[in-house]
């Protein structure tokens, strides 16, 4: 049974363990001297590992291949900041060793609850059409296991066990708060297309041992298995409009959104472009906060490259954190025109000044201070809006008279 998840890291900081992983890289390198060792990237539920064998590795390079099972033995520590593993030991496991829930990550949120709220959605369509069709994937039993089950990508988000599940819920959240906030989007067809959209991973992706591709996949792609799949259920709902079909199919092939990222044509109606958008900002927000996650223990607020989104990224909440803790003292800043107006008229000034006598200033007496410095004192202070008026007023130039 494995004891030792990659997330336990930092519990063993500098410690032996023995533990067992699925090789997700796999390199041989040289180092300055000439001599080989051994860098692979280590793999469990809980994320990945860079680990290194760096002496005797002629008979463990040939040992092992990427995506077997090994047991390793070796020393975690920290290199430029990030967990490393030296390795002492590594064999490739027997099919019997194997418990392939240990290496597979999983979406941590309740799936058949994910599904419930997907049902939900669904009959809460108007378009008798629509609800038909989605009741046809969703009473196929081969279909809702694999659809609770699939990653939603190899590695670049919702890369888990239930993965796809998780982004369509999300993905039909957004969208159905977004259609409310345009009307001449249809709410139904939008949401039909969140549904389908990425329903072709189901074949394109494998992942009983880790998440790689199918021959399928690699030859068709999901958008192909997609309209394989739509044509078969639409076959099974008598009368389907071919205009519903047809904008289906656009939503399908359209929603990478450019050329350059596999989509033959560009969205071309309101539904299409929402779903292209939702999509990609759902698969983003999924890629920075799985990157959080994974290097949550760093201390910097910057995370490291994130090759998707092609920059490094900043974690505002550590980033945040940082600064207040920083601060000793948090003040809420005055109004600057209180502050002002306090300058300008003193209250030592404001107060009238007895004289030796005790008998008050005369009124023509040079340092008297006027009666209506006492009521302007009393007044409240001004707002930094009547300051600012104020001040304008002051320095108005007015064109003198012809």
């Given at each position: 049974?494995?004891?030792?998840?990659?997330?336990?890291?930092?519990?063993?900081?500098?410690?032996?363990?023995?533990?067992?992983?699925?090789?997700?890289?796999?390199?041989?390198?040289?180092?300055?001297?000439?001599?080989?060792?051994?860098?692979?990237?280590?793999?469990?539920?809980?994320?990945?590992?860079?680990?290194?064998?760096?002496?005797?590795?002629?008979?463990?390079i040939?040992?092992?291949?990427?995506?077997?099972?090994?047991?390793?033995?070796?020393?975690?520590?920290?290199?430029?900041?990030?967990?490393?593993?030296t390795?002492?030991?590594?064999?490739?496991?027997?099919?019997?060793e194997?418990?392939?829930s240990?290496?597979?990550?999983?979406?941590?949120?309740?799936?058949?609850?994910?599904?419930?709220?997907?049902?939900?959605?669904?009959?809460?369509?108007?378009?008798?059409?629509?609800?038909?069709?989605?009741?046809?994937?969703?009473?196929?039993?081969?279909?809702?296991?694999?659809?609770?089950?699939?990653?939603?990508?190899?590695?670049?988000?919702?890369?888990?066990v239930?993965?796809?599940l998780?982004?369509?819920?999300?993905?039909?959240?957004?969208?159905?708060?977004?259609?409310?906030?345009?009307?001449?989007?249809?709410?139904?067809?939008?949401?039909?297309?969140?549904?389908?959209?990425?329903?072709?991973?189901?074949?394109?992706?494998?992942?009983?041992?880790?998440?790689?591709?199918?021959?399928?996949?690699?030859?068709?792609?999901?958008m192909?298995?997609?309209?394989?799949?739509?044509?078969?259920?639409?076959?099974?709902?008598?009368?389907?409009?071919?205009?519903?079909?047809i904008?289906?199919?656009?939503?399908?092939?359209?929603?990478?959104?450019?050329?350059?990222?596999?989509?033959?044509?560009?969205?071309?109606?309101?539904?299409?472009?929402?779903?292209?958008?939702?999509?990609?900002?759902?698969?983003?927000?999924?890629?920075?906060?799985?990157?959080?996650?994974?290097?949550?223990?760093?201390?910097?607020?910057?995370?490291?490259?994130?090759?998707?989104?092609?920059?490094?990224?900043?974690?505002?909440?550590?980033?945040?954190?940082?600064?207040?803790?920083?601060?000793?003292?948090?003040?809420?800043?005055?109004?600057?025109?209180?502050?002002?107006?306090?300058?300008v008229?003193?209250?030592?000034e404001?107060?009238p000044?007895?004289?030796?006598?005790?008998?008050?200033?005369?009124?023509?007496?040079?340092?008297?201070?006027?009666?209506?410095?006492?009521?302007?004192?009393?007044?409240?202070?001004?707002?930094?809006?009547?300051?600012l008026e104020?001040?304008?007023?002051?320095?108005?130039?007015?064109?003198?008279?012809?």
């Amino acid at each position: 049974m494995k004891e030792f998840y990659i997330s336990d890291c930092s519990r063993q900081e500098n410690q032996t363990i023995t533990s067992l992983f699925v090789v997700a890289v796999k390199q041989v390198k040289s180092k300055k001297n000439g001599e080989l060792y051994l860098s692979v990237i280590l793999a469990d539920r809980s994320g990945q590992l860079q680990a290194n064998m760096w002496d005797n590795v002629q008979d463990t390079i040939s040992a092992f291949d990427q995506d077997d099972f090994v047991k390793v033995k070796g020393v975690i520590h920290k290199y430029n900041g990030r967990w490393q593993l030296t390795i002492h030991k590594m064999r490739k496991l027997g099919e019997s060793e194997i418990d392939y829930s240990d290496y597979l990550p999983k979406t941590s949120k309740d799936i058949d609850q994910l599904w419930h709220t997907l049902e939900g959605y669904v009959a809460s369509f108007e378009n008798p059409w629509l609800k038909a069709l989605l009741h046809e994937f969703m009473s196929d039993e081969a279909i809702v296991t694999a659809y609770k089950n699939a990653p939603a990508a190899k590695t670049l988000h919702h890369a888990f066990v239930g993965g796809l599940l998780d982004h369509v819920v999300s993905l039909f959240t957004v969208c159905d708060l977004a259609s409310r906030n345009y009307p001449q989007v249809n709410r139904d067809l939008l949401l039909s297309g969140a549904f389908l959209h990425d329903i072709g991973k189901l074949h394109e992706l494998t992942y009983q041992r880790s998440i790689s591709y199918t021959t399928e996949g690699q030859l068709l792609g999901h958008m192909i298995i997609e309209l394989e799949m739509l044509h078969q259920k639409i076959a099974r709902v008598p009368g389907f409009p071919p205009e519903l079909k047809i904008l289906l199919e656009h939503m399908i092939i359209s929603h990478h959104g450019q050329y350059e990222f596999g989509s033959p044509k560009l969205p071309m109606f309101p539904e299409a472009l929402m779903l292209h958008y939702m999509d990609d900002l759902d698969s983003k927000m999924e890629s920075m906060r799985a990157q959080f996650e994974r290097e949550a223990e760093f201390d910097s607020p910057w995370a490291s490259y994130n090759p998707s989104l092609a920059r490094p990224l900043l974690n505002t909440k550590k980033f945040l954190a940082k600064g207040l803790a920083a601060s000793r003292i948090v003040e809420t800043p005055k109004p600057a025109a209180a502050e002002s107006v306090a300058s300008v008229v003193p209250t030592e000034e404001i107060s009238p000044a007895e004289e030796p006598n005790g008998n008050s200033p005369k009124a023509d007496a040079p340092d008297a201070v006027p009666a209506a410095a006492t009521v302007a004192s009393e007044k409240p202070a001004l707002s930094p809006l009547e300051a600012l008026e104020q001040k304008f007023a002051a320095h108005k130039v007015t064109s003198k008279p012809s």
